[in-house]
């Protein structure tokens, strides 16, 4: 009889693999693939280098498997692994001023293309375009409790695990993000405006 993977719970999948079972870790990685690349995605905003540190980040966790303490939910572990690939490529990037946050909407040839004139969906795409440009202009700090919280949905106290702060801190986090994203999206609007 063939152990059913799907059905085990993280702490009982974690264990497996560190027993050896391939599988198993296959498994952790199917349930917190899309999670996680969102979140990666959203700190770095660059869809390729995200799909990059997606790979880092399980590779990372398939060699400190051992590590994982069963006692804390696998996600806040995994995220966490992620959050710190998102700041190494940030610093990396800080050194490499080559490396780009967010390529222009109007760079996107293909967008062009496809765009059936003006309407709804270009305005939608833009704007969706600014408030990406927007966040990603945020301290890593404030984006990592941004989108933990409004875009993963998490909640305080989950992302303070995940973060390692006080949920306070959190929650402060939170408030000036949202004050300084909502100071730079109304300056974007004022500086487009002729």
Known sequence: MTLDLSQCDDQEL???AVAGRGQAFRELMRRYKDPLYRLIRNNVGDPEEATDLLQESFVSAFAAIHRYDAQRPFRFWLSRIALNKCRDWARRRAVRSFFSFAR???ADEDF????PGP????????????VEKAIAALPHSLREVLTLRTIEELSQAETAAILGISEK??????YRARAQLKAHLAGSLDSAEP
């Open 14 to 16: 974690a264990s497996l």
């Open 104 to 106: 222009p909407i109007e």
């Open 112 to 115: 062009q293309s496809e765009a």
């Open 119 to 130: 309407g709804r969906e270009v305005e939608s795409r833009a704007e969706l375009a600014r």
């Open 169 to 174: 801190s959190v929650e402060t986090r939170l």
